[in-house]
Structures are given as C-alpha cells and as structure tokens.
C-alpha cells in the first residue's frame, strides 16, 4: 500500500469543498436566546449585527421575530415570541416551537449579548470576503478580463464600507442636519421622472376601480422608464433602474403584455421584475428585510408593489397595518432616497378614495385617482399631494392593434390626447378628430349645439355637444371632462363588434380574456339614441335625433330647421316675443 497516495482533507478544505461557510453557531444561538427576553440586548445587539450576519436560517426568524416586535412595543419573551411566529404561520421552522423552548432556556446574561454580537459580525465578514473569492475564481475560470475582477473588488469594498458605517453611533448621528450645504441645496429645482408624476425618492400612490387598467398603465410607464423612452409627451431620460413586485398578474399576462409595448429579450432595459415572490408580509419587520435586500440586489432606484393589499398581513382597515407598513418597509425605503410606487383598488364609495384605512395615504407625497371612461379615454387625476410638484391631471387615449387574436408587438400605448395632432393621426370619431372636422369646415366656436350637430355626421352622439363645449374654454360644467362616453366601433384596424384596448367595466364580462384586456361591457352603435345621466344617482333620459331649441328645448322642426335657425320663430331673441311660460309657448309650425 506504499504506492496509494492518502486523501488530502486540508487541501479540500483551502479550495472550498466539502465544508460549511465560516459562522459561529453557538454565538447565534445564545443572541436569539437573550434577545427573546431583553429589549436592551436587543437594541444593543442591533448596533453591530444585520439579519444577514446570521448564518442559521431559524436563528434569523427569531431574530426578524423580535425587531418587529420590538417595533410595534410589544412584551417580549419567548412564548410571545413563539406565538408571532405562529401567527405567521412559520412554526415549522423552528422546529415545531421546540427550537425556542430550547433557546429561551439556556440564555446568558444581557451584558454579555453585545460582545457575542460582535463574534457573529466577525465571522459574516469572514464569510462575505469567502464568498467574494469564490466568486473571484469562478469568474476567472469563466475568462473574465482584469478590468471586470477589478470592478467585483471595487463593489465589494464599497459594500462593506457601507455595512461599517451603518452600525455604532454613526448611523445615528448621520441623520443630523449640516446646515450650511443644507440651505446651500436647491431643492426647488427638481427634475421630475419621466411623465411627471413624481419626483425622485418621492412615494405615490396609483388607485382605481378593478379591471381599470391600473396596472396596464403602470407597466408601461415604468418599462419606458427603464429604457430611456418618452412617455406621455415627455423628452426621453436617463433609464431608471427599478424593481416591479407583483402579486397580481400571471406570467402570460406578463408576456403578452410587455411585447404589445414593443419589449422582449434584450429590450427590457433597467427593469427587474419579481413575479409572486416570496418575500414576506411588508408590514412586518422580516418582509421590510427581505424587500429590501431585493432592492439591492437589483441596485433599483424605484420599486412598485402590484398591489399593496397582497402584501399585507394585517385587516386593511386597520391603521396600525398601514403604520407598521411604513415602518418596516417605506420609511427605510425613502430614508435610501429609493422611489416607490403603489397600485390599489378603490372602495365601494369610489368617492372617499382607496379601500381600507385613510391612513394609507399619510405618508406618500401624492395619491393618483385612475378612471377609464370608455373608448379607451383614460383619466389620471392626482387627489392628494404633499409638494405640489408637477402636473394635476392627464387625459389619455388608450390604443392598440390586432392581428387576429393576438396584439401587435408594439402598438398598445398610452398617449395624451392632444387637438394640435394633423386630423389624419387622429383615431376617427374621437373628441380630437371631432374637433378638427368641425375646425376644417369652418364652423364657428361660438356655435351652439343644433349648429354643430347639423354640421357633423356624428350629430346623433351627445359627444358632439361634449366636444363642442370642449372647444369652447370655460363652459364646460365643474366636474365635465368633455369627453364623449365611447368612441364608434368602426376604429382603424379594429374588426367590427371588436372591443376598446382598456380593462374597463361594464354588464357583461369576456371570459378567457387575458389582455390588454380583461374587458367587459360592450359599446353602443354610433347610429343607436344614447342616453346621458344628469348627475350621480338620476335616471337617464331619453334623447331624440331631432334638434332642440336653444331656448324652449323643445323639438326643432320646420323651414328653420331646414335654413339653420337654432330657435323656434317664438322664442328668437331678435323679435322679442319670448313667450312667458315656455312650457306653453307655441311650436313653430311650419
């Protein structure tokens, strides 16, 4: 046996194989112990260690258990602490609970808490600067150039320069004011992100009814943002690295999606995209960790959460679930300056805004009220706002094309609607198109209703008269958007009977529908008699295809029709015989 050569272990162990990471399980063990029962050694602890320094995976349960915990001012002790565990439904990670009776028991002293801390931290060092060798190497077996290692040394240096000045009084005392480059900072210049809806670090909230379009809009938006494109009628940026969170939307949708706004493969820019992921609830200290160590990973500058309410796991009417939110969650987000962007659905009262508590909207800097209003007319309002900054309110047009069932890459968009736009860029019947027609013909702005309605060949639409109080400035009625209800169904290169790009609402609902999409509700025809409500509440009246005078609002009929009178001979203000009771006034007869 002279010739068999022994197993080397120790040269094993020097290229990384067949051991554990460096860590210090029984230091780990005796903080999780300690901290269950003393707020103090908590806090004390929290100044040298992060969740990640924690190498055992049940070990930074309790330890995420106990900072919320210590968050919300709760009694800690180790049947507490196991009870919040239970009621995340995560028992089974500590062994049933036993892990906790176990630890709970065999505790130090809290004096000794913060040097054992230290001992964990050294050894997560160890174990980042093990780990950033073994990357070294597999980047080096894979043929990268000095400069790429150069830049993994750089990042890694950078890295843990920022984790040694988070902890200690530092971290404290960095938060104090210098005021000198303080009131030296023009904080009034503000270069708003693209399509001016919010600023940078700035936190927003984009609300609507289901089926709205909530986050049709949103993906497209923030896909634009992270490629550097134009959006809404604003110059093209920088692209934005950014993170969307969703746990709404399936994979299909996501796809279909995405090559309808003209990405796919290499066309997806700065966007990282996490479709259902894991993370737990936000409003806890452990789901604020996990958000976060995602955002970083993905180096983003903004994250949206699809929808806030799916990563929540307090009642959504309770304030404190929206407290504890901000907390764990958008306060240090907005402390790193990292804008964040929030989709929920509006209550049964559309007009008290967002379901749930009101204390959903303290702490963002402005709340967007999404509407769709049929033929693909979308209106984003903003209700509540902090700074100030930036536009109000945008009006949309929501287009798109079909190429049998499938949507034509590139073609959905959203677009401002504009009257500045050449007639044949316009989609035909729209209040833009109308305009133009009604401008080309020569008619007067100061035309009343019959007189533009005998002059348009949609003069049968009650849109007409939207549109013509729209081209008019200042008559249009508080709360009239001057749009009409739809747009015809004869659209270009939309098949007939075929609906509007939007997910809006309506009687009836398309099954299988997946996108852009998930319609219901159908339009009427163009050559139908329409009815329009008077206000919120009031049943609709009837509407006829004959004239009415603008006086009497009675049937218009006759030689005066015919010549393009707008009152009866009675009620014309040039003779001066208004009758006195309207009601009894005599028709022209002619």
Known sequence: MDNVRPFQRDTADRDGLNRTSPHDADAENYVAGIVMHDRVAYLECAEVLDREDIYQPAVRLIWDTVGGMVAEGKQLHPVTVKAEIERQKRLHEVDGGRLIDRLGAETITAG????????????????????????????????????????????????????????????????????????????????????GLMAPGQQITIVGDGKAGKSLFTQEWLWRMATGQAFLDDRALHPVPLLYVDAENGHQDIQERFLSYGGGPGRMGLMSYASFPPIRPLDTAGGGADLLAMVAECEAQLVCLDTVSRFISGPENDADTWLSLYRHTLLPLKRAGIASVRLDHLGKDSERGARGSSAKNQDVDHVWELRAQ?????????????????????????????HGD?????????????????????????????????????????????????????????????????????????????FPEYLPRDLPGRPSGERSPGNFKGNAKTPGQ?????????????????????????????????????????????????????????????????????????????
């Open 112 to 195: 000794m808490a913060q040097s054992f801390a230290e001992r964990i931290a050294e050894r997560a060092q160890l174990r980042r600067w093990d780990e950033h060798a073994n990357d070294l190497k597999a980047r080096i077996l894979g043929g990268a150039t000095t400069e790429e290692l150069d830049k993994l040394a750089d990042k890694h240096r950078e890295s843990e320069q920022r984790r040694h000045s988070a902890h200690g009084p530092s971290h404290l005392t960095g938060s104090l004011l210098d005021w000198d480059p303080f009131f030296a900072t023009d904080f009034g210049n503000v270069e708003l992100l693209l399509g």
């Open 374 to 402: 049929g033929g693909g007319t979308v209106v984003l309002k903003r209700t509540h706002t902090r700074t100030g900054i930036g536009p109000d309110s945008f009006v949309m047009l929501r287009q798109y094309r079909k």
């Open 406 to 482: 499938t949507y034509v890459p590139g073609a959905t968009r959203h677009v401002l609607m504009t009257y500045d736009a050449p007639i044949e860029n316009l989609i035909e019947g729209s209040v833009a198109w109308l305009v133009k027609k009604l401008d080309a013909m020569g008619v007067p702005n100061d035309a009343g209703n019959p007189k533009t309605i005998c002059c348009s060949r949609h003069g049968r639409d009650q849109g007409v008269q939207r549109q013509d109080r729209r081209r008019r400035p200042g008559t249009e009625k508080p709360g009239q958007l001057g």
């Open 514 to 590: 997946t996108f852009p999409g998930n319609l219901a509700g159908t339009f009427p025809d163009p050559g139908s008699s329409l009815r329009e409500g008077k206000g919120e509440g009031t049943p609709a009246t009837d509407t006829t295809d004959t004239p009415l005078c603008t006086v009497c609002e009675h049937p218009l009929t006759g030689y005066r029709l015919d010549r393009g009178y707008t009152t009866h001979l009675a009620c014309d203000p040039e003779t001066g015989s208004h009758p006195p009771d309207q009601d009894d006034a005599p028709h022209d007869a002619a």
